[in-house]
Structure formats: C-alpha cells, structure tokens
C-alpha cells in the first residue's frame, strides 16, 4: 500500500538518512493508505493502481537514490529526484505491506540495480 511522498531536506548523506529514518517512524501509523502494484524492471520502478493498469508514478533507475525497508513498521521506501528537478531536489516514497513483502520489495530494487549494472558492464560478470 502507498503511503505517500514526502521532500527530503538537501542535508549530507549521514543527516540525511537520519533524518528519513525520523521521517519514516513519524508514518509508521498513517492512516492514509493507498493499494497499488509495484512493477521492477532493468529501466527502473512503475508503481500502478490497483487495477494494475493506471500508472502513478514512473522511477527510472538513474533517479533513484536510496533505498531502505523497516521489518518492524512494515515499510518499504526509496528516495528519488523527479524528472526534470534539480538533482537536490529529493522525494521518499513512502510503502507498507507484510513484514516479508516490504524487505523482498527492497531486494528487488537492489537487485534491479546489480543486473542494470551488470548488463551495462558485462566484463564484470564472473
């Protein structure tokens, strides 16, 4: 389910995952619950409506920056620059689902960046 979205404060990296892991606790009891399909790809994260045709949102893997899950608030997130935006210019996209779903949700963005980097640089495949 989305949560929702919010500005990450242009801080450097240490400040800034602390202050995304406040941010993070602060939503853990939203409410406001959306439920959409999340799409993985080579290219990057589509995030549909439930139907699973409306698209919402649209993250190529370039724009995405971090990315995190938290077992026990159930919540996965990733930060990412919209398009056309200044590159300080940084949102969480904020999730929640059962405690297996949100860290296999975060392996397989991680994993969506080990392939798009291997099939950008195929003399690091051993």
């Known amino acids: 389910q989305y949560v929702g979205s919010f500005v990450v404060e242009n801080l450097d990296l240490q400040q800034q995952a602390g202050r995304l892991e406040e941010q993070l606790r602060a939503l853990k009891d939203c409410p406001r619950r959306r439920l959409v399909l999340l799409r993985f790809s080579l290219q990057g994260l589509k995030v549909y409506g439930a139907d699973g045709e409306t698209l919402l949102m649209a993250h190529a893997l370039r724009r995405i920056l971090y990315s995190t ?37 975060h392996h397989l963005l991680c994993r969506s960046f080990q ?12």
């Open 69 to 105: 899950w938290r077992h026990a608030d159930r919540q996965f997130a990733f930060v990412a620059r919209n398009p056309r935006s200044a590159p300080s210019s940084l949102f969480c996209h904020l999730f929640v689902g059962l405690p297996g779903e949100v860290q296999t949700l």
């Open 115 to 126: 392939l798009s980097f291997l099939q950008a640089h195929p003399e690091e495949q051993a």
